[in-house]
């Protein structure tokens, strides 16, 4: 599971992507020192950048039908990282559209709601409320002109190949590459931002790739991107809401330890063995996000060998899991009901 994703190393062996840990100067930044952060396009470039003042921007969207949870939390460090480090807006394209022409909310009213939701969530994890821009397609509705425009630099030809859509799929699909690359070159054409960082999962470089092919076509600078890689679920397979193995922001204490005491573990079978053989933090969903969320480098290592050599057991990883996970979202939840609906308003994006 600690392994590269298969999307992961595609990325890097079929579609050119480049290692991150091939860059000699990357940020002083946990996700970049732990492997969340697995490999970019042009992400040197934007890096040199910000590091010469010039205008750059954040760009990081999530989808109207999701609920926020602990695998977000490498792509939202991030880019507030960047946001409080080096004092630059984050653009969040909320997609409202996307999540009703693709059947994941019964209609557009239901993704509107969402939207809504995320956006004042978003500000409870901690995204400055001056430096941040929420782009709700129902509601700037002026993006569309930007997909029009852009529209006539794809053609299906390309969007069947990327996307494998059939001819019957209704025509909503086919079109909104389109609105996300209006999303994703918006700071451009609206703020004049012309270094702009997109960090995904691997499962979406896809979606960027086309972004960029219209950026060079239309005479916008390329998007960097940086990749990161999935977290298991608790079961130790890929997350999936439907499966409910994932770690809600939303869930209460008892859910959370509830759910932690259940994760997979890289324990053996018995205590006893444990003791004699140790277990395998490689496998062990406890130590998986210990390692890539929660802990320094040297405080991690000091668990991981107690772990390998069986001084440690597999519920007193759980227990340091339980406990991380269940501070960092009692603050959330305490974060979410100080965030005002005026709050919320003043960062989404308007037509003029």
């Keep these: 599971m600690e392994n590269l994703s298969q999307d992961n190393q595609d990325l890097i062996k079929k579609f050119g992507a480049e290692p991150i840990d091939k860059l000699s100067n990357t940020p002083d930044f946990y996700s970049f020192k732990t492997g969340v952060v697995v490999s970019h396009r042009d992400f040197d470039k934007f890096f040199k950048a910000i590091k010469n003042k010039e205008k750059c921007a954040i760009l990081s969207g999530v989808n109207a039908s999701g609920t926020l949870h602990l695998g977000h939390k490498p792509v939202f460090d991030t880019n507030l990282f960047f ?32 939207s ?26 002026n993006i569309y002109n930007l997909a029009i425009k852009l529209s006539k630099k794809v053609n299906y030809s390309e969007i069947k190949a990327t996307y494998g859509y059939k001819p019957e799929e209704n025509i909503g699909l086919h079109f909104y590459p389109a609105v996300q690359s209006a999303h994703i070159l918006f700071p451009q054409e609206k703020f004049n931002i012309p270094n702009v960082l997109v960090p995904i999962g691997p499962d979406e470089d896809a979606h960027i790739r ?13 998007p960097a991107i940086l990749h990161s890689k999935f977290l298991p679920g608790i079961d130790g397979k890929k997350m999936s809401k439907s499966k409910n193995n994932a770690i809600f922001l939303s869930d209460d204490e008892k859910t959370i330890r509830k759910k932690i005491s259940k994760a997979f573990s890289g324990g053996q ?26 802990l320094p480098k040297e405080k991690y290592q000091e668990i991981e060998s107690k772990y390998k050599k069986g001084e440690l057991l597999s519920k007193d990883v759980k227990q340091m899991f339980a406990d991380k996970a269940v501070e960092f979202i009692k603050q959330f939840q305490n974060n979410l009901k100080k965030i005002s609906e005026k709050t919320v308003n003043n960062c989404i994006l308007k037509n003029d």
Excluded: M, W
Excluded at 97 to 103: F, I, P
Excluded at 210 to 222: E, F, Q, W
Excluded at 271 to 289: A, F, Q, T
């Design 83 to 114: 946001q409080k480090k080096y004092n630059i807006p984050v653009f969040i394209p909320i997609s409202d559209d996307e999540s009703y022409v693709a059947g994941k909310v019964k209609d557009q009213k239901q993704a509107l709601e969402n």
């Design 210 to 222: 086309i972004s960029r092919d219209i950026a060079s076509r239309a005479g916008y600078k390329k």
């Design 269 to 294: 079978p018995s205590i006893e063995e444990h003791k004699k053989l140790g277990g395998n933090p490689k496998i062990d969903v406890s130590c998986i996000y210990l390692k890539n969320l929660f």
């Design 116 to 141: 809504l939701k995320l956006a004042k969530q978003l500000l409870a994890y901690g995204f400055d409320p001056k430096k941040t821009y929420f782009i709700i397609d129902q509601i700037y509705t």
